[in-house]
């Protein structure tokens, strides 16, 4: 995707083959900067303190942070040790998990010397992968904005409002719940995007709103709160998020607020869809509210806020009272019978077991 009109992805391999480079997202809008990841730690703190973070991007990084780790030591002990640091850096999006079982199963059985070249190899594959996953997503999802316009007869944009940032920036290319809005831009439907600000970290008024205004799409950052107002004022004809992680039977797990959007869509008969990849699926488990761990994340990220001074400094106010404690919980679950639809690479899904198992049959359970 375009910044300042070139095109990016937001991981790849540096010139030496090793390094690998990643958009430091915790400098956004502000500043746009790129960072090295030289170790297996440098890819821990990337995927811990956020430097990238959406569950397809956090899978990939992943990925490159066992080829990484295995450059520095390929033995059986060395691998173990880095699925297991880099297992514990996020608990809530499986593509996390589902990328270090990808680079296990590769890994498993081949000689120490030739580990890190294979564990390179795969590691860009699963780049590679996932931006044609989400490009085929775009492409699905492309399809209900465009029924959405022809039923106000071509003649108003699109008004669609989403959450948290689901985009280029969450995962390697494309995005998820962007990914229908680009395409659908790209063919010359007029849409116009309600980005929820996204408290506590701002992820929707700070990198969703800033990548939407690189690739030129009409959009408006409103308050976390305001969306069920736009809803009853008939403002808003479609909801798209992505999720973290979606279980067996179509419950979805995203960025805390996702819920109450979902209640709110419900209410006012506005279609809700969830866009995500194949690998954002969790088959182990069916009941999201009970069974999928929630992170909970420091405090600051609620008593603080981060911004740029009227002197150009990007700097970190205080928010509430001095000793005031503060929950951060960063992700709820939105029961499958709330969501509309899921958009997948394979087409839309209902958001059902039964649904899920239609599109992924090699996952149905007989």
């Given at each position: 995707m375009n910044v300042n009109g070139t095109a990016y992805r937001t991981i790849w391999l540096g010139t030496d083959g090793e390094t690998v480079k990643i958009i430091d997202q915790t400098h956004l809008p502000?500043?746009?900067?790129?960072?090295?990841?030289?170790?297996?730690?440098?890819?821990?703190?990337?995927?811990?303190?956020?430097?990238?973070?959406?569950?397809p991007l956090i899978g990939a990084t992943a990925a490159y942070g066992v080829a990484l780790a295995m450059r520095e030591n390929p033995s059986d002990q060395g691998f173990q040790y880095a699925y297991s640091k880099l297992l514990e850096t996020r608990p809530t999006a499986i593509n996390l998990r589902w990328a270090l079982d990808e680079m296990e199963s590769c890994l498993r059985g081949l000689e120490p010397n030739k580990r890190s070249e294979v564990a390179y190899a795969r590691a860009a594959e699963i780049a590679n992968e996932d931006v044609k996953i989400c490009s085929a997503l775009g492409d699905h999802g492309k399809k209900v904005i465009e029924n959405a316009w022809k039923e106000k007869g071509k003649r108003e944009p699109v008004n669609i409002l989403t959450h948290c940032n689901a985009g280029w920036l969450a995962t390697v290319d494309w995005g998820t719940a962007l990914a229908p809005i680009y395409k659908a831009h790209g063919a010359g439907i007029p849409v116009h995007i309600w980005v929820d600000e996204t408290r506590p970290r701002n992820q929707g008024a700070s990198l969703t709103a800033w990548?939407?205004?690189?690739?030129?799409?009409?959009?408006?950052?409103?308050?976390?709160?305001?969306?069920?107002?736009?809803?009853?004022?008939?403002?808003?004809d479609l909801c798209i998020t992505g999720t973290d992680r979606t279980t067996a039977s179509g419950d979805v797990c995203n960025k805390i607020g996702t819920y109450l959007k979902a209640l709110a869509a419900k209410d006012n008969d506005i279609p809700f869809y969830v866009a995500l990849p194949g690998p954002t699926i969790d088959w182990s488990i069916s009941d999201?509210?009970?069974?999928?761990?929630?992170?909970?994340r420091d405090s600051k990220e609620i008593t603080d806020i981060t911004g740029l001074s009227s002197e150009g400094n990007i700097i970190a106010v205080?928010?509430?009272?001095?000793?005031?404690?503060?929950?951060?919980?960063?992700?709820?679950?939105?029961?499958?019978?709330?969501?509309?639809?899921?958009?997948?690479?394979?087409?839309?899904?209902?958001?059902?077991?039964?649904?899920?198992?239609?599109?992924?049959?090699?996952?149905?359970?007989?």
């Open positions: 502000h500043k746009f900067l790129v960072v090295s990841l030289r170790d297996l730690t440098d890819a821990c703190s990337a995927i811990r303190d956020m430097w990238v973070r959406g569950a990548e939407l205004g690189q690739h030129g799409v009409s959009h408006t950052v409103i308050v976390d709160n305001a969306g069920g107002h736009l809803m009853q004022h008939g403002k808003v999201g509210v009970k069974e999928i761990p929630i992170e909970l205080q928010l509430t009272p001095d000793g005031t404690n503060a929950a951060n919980y960063a992700f709820d679950v939105t029961p499958a019978n709330l969501v509309t639809g899921l958009i997948t690479e394979r087409g839309i899904a209902k958001a059902s077991a039964g649904g899920l198992a239609e599109l992924y049959p090699e996952h149905a359970k007989s």
